[in-house]
T-cell receptor, first 110, second 115 residues
Framework: SQQGEEDPQALSIQEGENATMNCSYK?????LQWYRQNSGRGLVHLIL?????REKHSGRLRVTLDTSKKSSSLLITASRAADTASYFC??????????FGKGTRLSVIA | DAGVIQSPRHEVTEMGQEVTLRCKPI?????LFWYRQTMMRGLELLIY????????DSGMPEDRFSAKMPNASFSTLKIQPSEPRDSAVYFC?????????????FGPGTRLLVL
């Protein structure tokens, strides 16, 4: 069964706008990771946030984690056409490997 | 660093044929994962290995699927006999430790079409 569920399933924005994607999960986690997948490519890791962290930044990316609500969000600021991709959250619980959600498809229109 | 290498990149075969997908993980990584991705089911974990030993194959759809990791630098996923519903993109990924929560590094995938 899939642990993470991304919302929305698809998102279309103009270049320069911010994009926010959400992820909800069901059980307690060790950490949560976000990945990007460009069309026809493998997934690439973006950022990891541990269960005792609330916010993390990496360049134009900001990730938040609310363990009480079992949710995380990924914010991409000042989006670019090159950010067009699918974004996945993945959770780590106990001794099990990553469990991926179905992803959010982001389209950034120039 | 060459990253995770998969071959072939594309495979077209006829129903009933045997298909073998290959993966070379990043040197030094001791965990290897095989995933299948389709529009309908998303990204599914099929099987993963730690130190060349299969740890969990509960995601393997049925007995037609088998995976091996004879050494730390090579793994295969075999489908015999193949069926049209096996058409998907198959990814291999590796990491330093599969269950410690480290990042996984994905290969480019093998796009399989079974006619």
């Amino acid at each position: 069964s899939q642990q993470g569920e991304e919302d929305p399933q698809a998102l279309s924005i103009q270049e320069g706008e911010n994009a926010t994607m959400n992820c909800s999960y069901k059980t307690s986690i060790n950490n949560l990771q976000w990945y990007r997948q460009n069309s026809g490519r493998g997934l690439v890791h973006l950022i990891l946030i541990r269960s005792n962290e609330r916010e993390k930044h990496s360049g134009r990316l900001r990730v938040t984690l609310d363990t009480s609500k079992k949710s995380s969000s990924l914010l991409i600021t000042a989006s670019r056409a090159a950010d067009t991709a699918s974004y996945f959250c993945a959770t780590v619980s106990g001794n099990t490997p990553l469990v991926f959600g179905k992803g959010t498809r982001l389209s950034v229109i120039a | 660093d060459a990253g995770v290498i998969q071959s072939p990149r594309h495979e077209v075969t006829e129903m009933g044929q045997e298909v073998t997908l290959r993966c070379k993980p990043i040197s030094g990584h001791n965990s290897l994962f095989w995933y299948r991705q389709t529009m309908m089911r998303g990204l599914e974990l099929l099987i993963y290995f730690n130190n060349n030993v299969p740890i969990d194959d509960s995601g393997m759809p049925e007995d037609r699927f088998s995976a091996k990791m004879p050494n730390a630098s090579f793994s295969t996923l075999k489908i015999q006999p193949s069926e049209p519903r096996d058409s998907a993109v198959y990814f291999c990924a590796s990491s330093l430790d599969g269950t410690s929560g480290r990042f996984q590094y994905f290969g480019p995938g093998t796009r399989l079409l079974v006619l």
